[in-house]
């Protein structure tokens, strides 16, 4: 069967939860192989991504910390992906980097942002959105290699039927000098769940006057992560890890819950594909409720906590 | 030195617009140039302000495209070239990354170009691939998503903070520079800088001109292909309540149908 390789996200040594459903993706299109570029994966790292159906687990040793960047990580994909036809991994801003630099590299046709792949006539066809998910458009990879980059939660991450043996097979790579050099690299402290990965993200915007308690007091009560505007991380009130939007995080969570926010078209783009998108707000001519399954012409400040009453009371 | 600025033709985001043989077509004024180039007009005027020199901004792209090598006119840019050639339709990035290099490059053979600046992404397709595979296809370091940019003696070094890494990356130029909205507050052009910009001819260049084989570009090189695009349906079955006591309690019931509580 055609191999599919994966590109492993990992934290601190485990599996992120967005590569569980690049992996079961990644099943309904052939034999996934998973690639690890880091420290050499712990054997309960292996047994994860085999549980999720990766036949092996290819270990690229990760170059030194100044010289860890997309261009070297690109040759380390390369270096392991051997003779899969499709490259799966997760879009976000860093690994798009590295898939560019493979797509060039190979000459492989290349879509991001995909909300799902499949096989057809012979051809890797996705579907995404674009002009701020207001169309959905459908592609076909023309290219023996495609490389396909998925957006978190389009996929809902199942454990293989039957578990996969997940053998840890060394790659070895030589890397050339890169291009530039990372002088410092601070990892972000991200409280619970990554924004673009959460399942359910509740986000404030203007309404809020500042004060995110109630927004965070739900996102807490439905287990999701906190979102912001851009005027809101702009103002201070909440860092800037948070904002959603065109030139934030964009986020495709299964719930979106928009607090105060009046849906800017620059905060649709980066939440508008979401699966079901409620809105609370005092402007009924908001342009958020005309992109919401359920919307509340209300005081976020009486509705928030009658709704957490609510679902706290059962 | 010499700086140019990449920049894109999209069309407006709010207005009606349709796919076509697998294009995007608009009507006139349907279009400008992209918001977030606005941010990477600025950079190049602020890197040419403080260490002297010019810049060029470079489109490719139909006719309409010229608009957006208009737009940074206005905003200071002082030359202008605009790639169009009909064999270029249906490219997809690499094609573009292709045309803008050779580009850059047949601009070098005039005048050395220091450091090639674009936006962080195009607000029509947002897929943000283009910087790092122009820097790859010019074989320049690519320094991307930059939120603070420094020039210092031939080296160019940048701030990027990406949802869970900050990050101070350096490079030797020539280099790629993509920069976010965060980095600069765009100038706003005024009557005397527009009224300036329309007397400043737009150097056209077709393929042949730039070295670029036609067969290497367009819809039968691309490695993607648009088989199908679709607006996507208005909500339907929406929704809308207002609070009047039980609004919390209705917003708990609609979460608890749909399974999110």
Redesign the interface.
């Known amino acids: 069967m055609t191999h599919i390789a994966v590109l492993v996200e990992h934290?601190s040594g485990d599996v992120r939860q967005s590569t569980l459903e690049a992996l079961t993706l990644a099943r309904s299109l052939g034999d996934p192989v998973g690639i690890w570029i880091g420290e050499e994966p712990s054997s309960d790292a292996c047994h994860e991504l085999g549980r999720y159906g990766a036949s092996e687990v290819r270990h690229v040793p990760a170059p030194d910390q100044s010289t860890y960047?997309?261009?070297l990580m690109a040759q380390a994909v390369i270096a392991a992906m051997g003779e899969a036809s499709v490259l799966l991994a997760i879009s976000?801003?860093?690994t798009?980097?590295v898939?560019?630099?493979v797509?060039?590299?190979t000459?492989?046709?290349?879509?991001?942002?995909a909300a799902s792949a499949a096989w057809d006539e012979g051809k890797i066809?996705t579907t995404q959105?674009?002009?701020?998910?207001?169309?959905?458009?459908?592609?076909?990879?023309?290219?023996p290699l495609a490389i396909v980059a998925v957006r978190p939660n389009t996929t809902q991450a199942q454990a293989s039927p039957e578990p996969a043996g997940a053998a840890l097979v060394p790659v070895e790579c030589e890397f050339t000098q890169p291009?530039?050099?990372?002088?410092?690299?601070?990892?972000?402290k991200?409280q619970g769940i990554?924004?673009?990965e959460a399942p359910?993200v509740v986000s404030g915007g203007r309404g809020t006057e500042g004060d995110f308690s109630l927004v965070e007091q739900l996102a807490q009560?439905?287990g999701g992560a906190v979102g912001a505007t851009r005027d809101a991380t702009d103002e201070g009130w909440i860092a800037?890890?948070h904002m959603v939007g065109?030139?934030g995080?964009?986020v495709t969570p299964?719930?979106y819950v928009a607090c105060g926010l009046s849906g800017a078209?620059h905060h649709r783009?980066g939440m508008q594909a979401s699966g079901?998108?409620?809105a609370?707000n005092t402007d009924?001519d908001a342009p958020i409720?005309?992109?919401?399954?359920?919307?509340?012409?209300?005081?976020l400040r009486?509705?928030?906590?009658?709704?957490?009453?609510?679902?706290q009371g059962r | 030195m010499h700086v140019v600025v990449c920049v894109k033709f999209v069309p407006d985001l709010q207005s009606q617009r349709s796919f076509t043989n697998e294009r995007v077509t608009r009507v006139a004024d349907d279009g400008s140039m992209n918001e977030l180039d606005e941010n990477a007009v600025e950079a190049a005027l602020t890197m040419v302000e403080a260490h002297g020199g010019e810049v060029t901004a470079l489109t490719v792209g139909g006719t309409d495209a010229v608009a957006a090598v208009r737009k940074a006119m206005q905003l200071g840019a002082h030359h202008a070239v605009h790639v169009s050639d009909d064999a270029i339709a249906g490219s997809d990035v690499r094609g573009t990354a292709r045309v803008l290099a050779a580009a850059v490059t047949t601009l070098q053979q005039e005048r050395h170009v220091d450091v090639v600046v674009t936006g962080m992404t195009a607000l029509d397709g947002m897929t943000s691939l283009l910087p790092t595979m122009l820097a790859a296809e010019l074989e320049w370091p690519a320094l991307t998503l930059a939120s603070d940019v420094e020039l210092e003696s031939e080296r160019a070094t940048i701030v990027r903070h990406l949802p869970d890494v900050h990050e101070e990356i350096t490079a030797p130029l020539p280099a790629v520079i993509s920069v976010t909205d965060a980095l600069n507050t765009p100038r706003y052009p005024n009557f005397q800088m527009i009224m300036a910009a329309r007397k400043v001819e737009v150097t056209t260049w077709s393929l042949a001109d730039i070295g670029v084989d036609s067969a290497r570009v367009g819809r039968d090189a691309a490695g993607t292909r648009v088989l199908e695009a679709q607006i996507r349906p208005p909500q339907e079955n929406r929704e809308i309540i207002h609070d009047t006591g039980d609004g919390g309690q209705r917003l708990a019931e609609f979460l608890k149908t749909r399974g999110f509580a």
């Open positions: 934290t960047t997309a261009e976000t801003f860093a798009k980097e898939l560019a630099y797509a060039h590299r000459g492989a046709g290349i879509v991001v942002d066809v959105t674009v002009f701020s998910a207001t169309w959905n458009v459908r592609t076909a990879i023309q290219t291009h530039t050099t990372v002088l410092s690299r601070t990892s972000v991200q990554p924004l673009a359910i009560v439905l800037h890890e065109q030139t995080t964009t299964a719930l078209v783009g079901t998108i409620v609370i009924p409720f005309e992109i919401a399954d359920f919307g509340v012409v209300g005081d009486e509705v928030i906590p009658a709704t957490i009453a609510h679902l």
